[in-house]
């Protein structure tokens, strides 16, 4: 039996996947803050994902990282970009998939995929995180309320409020503007979602919207922004348990297929 | 007691970065009377300064070392990076411990450089060597030899002394025994390129542009005998030749970040310069004609060097061949016209032969690196992961 695993250091949390090769199924699944220290990180969640299998690391055939933080896995047999991970990742959740949104905490990427996983165009947020998680965690520090309740709150707004600012610092204060006027809190977490879906959804314009289209990455927990994206692009997305790990299962896949290369290169 | 493999590499980077040249210094002490050559890449015949007693100084512009201040006012902001940091090296001061400059018919802004030269500078000896430019007439090896005896007069009228053809083949010796280990060094990359980094390559092969050769070969050899015993680093990359007809010279980031990005660089011209020959010049005999008989017939394909009986976008396609590349990756200089003038040749030829190819320039003082890691991982990914 045979396993790779997946390692996806995100700006703000690190996941690892372990897959069999045979079974072509996840055997465990850790998640954890990524902190300041990147390669700790990946070696926290690898060490506890191993644990979880039952596995040693000799076990582990092959080792793919993806994330901004890919190369600092001294143990990696290759790094991948984030944009192939979450690509083939959102392929193997729903096999129909032609477009990927991936949204994690610093960076929102749109990607048109083939099926067998080649990115054939993409697009990324600029270099701030104003169209990625990082706004809607500084709307809810700003808030004081807790990152899992933004969703299902955010699905209760009856009138979502204008959120203008394209600046994730400055929207700060047109939220506290927001409170100070005695809005509903749910009408200002749902305007938040909004405001990111727009330029979430200006990206996956540029590359052409091409049903199914999948939503992977963290934000992908939050069932406001879901329904933001749903209505802007008024079709329904593919969203899965697992979308959060999608940059680890594509990287676990890619590293099977590779171990499978490997292993022929040695037959011959 | 053998210097380790990390200790070579740290003297390496340490005089690879010297802009103050203080191992010249250091050399200058130990001959009180020897005089010291600066080379402007890309080749230049060591052999010549070597028999003469001097000490041959590659000298590859400033890098990320020194700041541009006085040169700026004697050149355009349009030519390579590499020109306009060696005339500050010269205007600032830093090479005012050397006799000689070396200049050759690399380009239009070498041979220019060698001008500004002569008249900034009138108190050292500089050398414009034109090479033969026809690899097939019967005149070329007596032209350039003639070239090169020029060469050695000046050398001796400078440096008081006389070159003997027997000093001449014993230097034609000892660079041929350095161009084997760095033939050595360069297949041992092509065949463990895990347990040999393309930057700790580079430094070990730049530095013997700077130390005296025979401290190179020592080095080499010390080098040689350890990496065998040296653990590998288990990574799954493509393998790829590296091609940038260098003269100027990449931010050693650069290279490490190509190497990081997902490609084993296991054969590149960074050393071009220093390795030029194919196989060993001939000892016996008259050594300038064998010196210039080699480099008619045995110098390796570059941009810089016209066209032998081969053509360069021929070799090109053979190396990746040989040496079992899956792409190219092209690193040119900015400005940098023979580069640039035989990337469409080699591109047209490479894609007709359907070897995958990238390309994308570098200017010494190159800081910011994310769109050629970009490119390359790109790159690397599209090879490994989709072909």
Redesign the interface.
């Known amino acids: 039996m045979a396993f790779t695993a997946g390692i996806d250091i995100g700006t703000r949390m690190t996941k690892t996947l372990i897959y069999n090769t045979d079974s072509k199924e996840i055997v465990a699944a850790v998640i954890d803050l990524t902190g300041h220290n990147l390669g700790a990180a990946a070696q926290r969640t690898f060490d506890a994902a191993l644990a979880k299998a039952g596995l040693k690391a000799a076990d582990i055939g ?1 080792v793919a990282t993806t994330g901004y933080g890919r ?1 600092q896995v001294e143990f ?6 984030e944009i ?1 991970c979450h690509s083939k990742g959102a392929l193997k959740l729903f096999p129909k998939t032609q477009s990927v949104l991936d949204v994690g905490a610093q960076n929102s990427r749109a990607m048109r995929v083939a099926p ?3 990115v054939t165009s993409f697009r990324m947020n600029e270099k701030c995180a104003s169209g990625a998680g990082r706004f809607i965690e500084r709307v809810a520090g700003a808030l004081e309320i807790e990152l899992d309740q933004f969703g299902p709150m955010s699905l209760k707004a009856a009138n979502p409020q204008e959120i203008s600012s394209v600046c994730a610092v400055l929207a700060e204060s047109e939220v506290i503007n927001h409170v100070t006027e005695g809005q509903e809190i749910e009408d200002i977490l749902m305007g938040a979602n909004n405001a990111v879906s727009d330029r979430i959804v200006a990206l996956l314009r540029q590359v052409k919207v091409e049903p199914e289209v999948t939503l992977t990455g963290g934000v992908a927990k939050n069932a406001g922004m879901v329904k933001a994206l749903e209505n802007r692009l008024e079709l329904s997305l593919n969203v899965s348990e697992l979308s959060e790990y999608a940059g680890a299962l594509g990287a676990c896949v ?1 590293a099977s ?2 171990l499978a290369k ?1 292993g022929q290169r040695v037959a011959a | 007691m053998s210097v380790s493999l990390q200790q070579h590499l740290q003297r390496c980077r340490k005089v690879v970065y010297d802009m103050n040249f203080t191992y010249v210094d250091a050399w200058r002490q130990q001959h009180p009377q020897g005089k010291v050559v600066g080379c402007f890449p890309v080749y230049i015949p060591r052999e010549v300064i070597h028999a003469a007693g001097m000490l041959p100084v590659g000298i590859y512009g400033g890098g990320l070392e020194i700041e541009i201040d006085r040169a700026d006012a004697r050149v355009q902001s349009f030519i390579c990076s590499i020109s306009r940091s060696t005339l500050e090296l010269g205007m600032s001061h830093y090479l005012k411990n050397f006799d000689a400059m070396y200049f050759t018919s690399v380009c239009d802004v070498a041979r220019n450089l060698s001008g500004v030269w002569e008249r900034n500078f009138p108190s050292v000896l500089v050398e414009y060597i034109h090479f033969p430019q026809n690899m097939e007439s019967k005149s070329s090896v007596p032209y350039y030899s003639g070239e090169m005896r020029g060469l050695c007069q000046n050398l001796e009228r400078i440096g008081n002394v006389t070159i003997t053809d027997e000093q001449l083949r014993h230097s034609i010796q000892v660079y041929n025994e350095n161009r084997a280990l760095h033939r050595q060094l360069t297949t041992f990359k092509q065949e463990n390129p895990g347990k040999l980094d393309a930057s700790e390559l580079y430094l070990l092969q730049r530095a013997g542009a700077c130390l005296p050769v025979e401290e190179h070969t020592a080095m080499l050899r010390e080098v040689l005998d350890e990496l065998p015993r040296r653990e590998g680093k ?4 493509i393998r790829v030749v590296l091609e940038g007809a260098f003269c100027e010279q990449p931010p050693l980031e650069l290279i490490e970040i190509i190497e ?1 990005a ?1 490609c084993d660089i296991v054969a590149s011209d960074f050393a071009l310069g220093l390795m030029w020959f194919l196989e060993d010049v001939p000892v016996q005999g008259n050594p300038l004609e064998n010196l210039a008989r080699s480099y008619l017939t045995q110098s390796d394909y570059s941009s810089v060097r016209h066209y032998g009986l081969k053509r360069r976008d021929y070799s090109l396609v053979e190396k990746v061949r040989r040496v079992k590349a899956d792409g190219v990756l092209f690193c040119i200089a900015k400005f940098c016209e023979p580069a640039l003038i035989d990337y469409v040749t080699h591109k047209n030829t490479l894609e007709r032969e359907g070897i995958p190819l990238v390309n994308f320039e570098f200017e010494e003082k190159m800081g910011v690196f994310e769109n050629i890691r ?1 490119q390359v ?2 790159f690397a ?2 090879i ?3 072909a």
Not at chain 1, 76 to 81: A, E, H, L, M
Not at chain 2, 234 to 237: E, K, L, S, T, V
């Open positions: 092959y190369y990696r047999n290759i790094q991948i970009t192939s067998n996983g080649r890619f297929e590779r490997m | 288990r990574r799954d990359r990081e997902g970009m991982e790109t990914e599209s490994l992961l989709f």
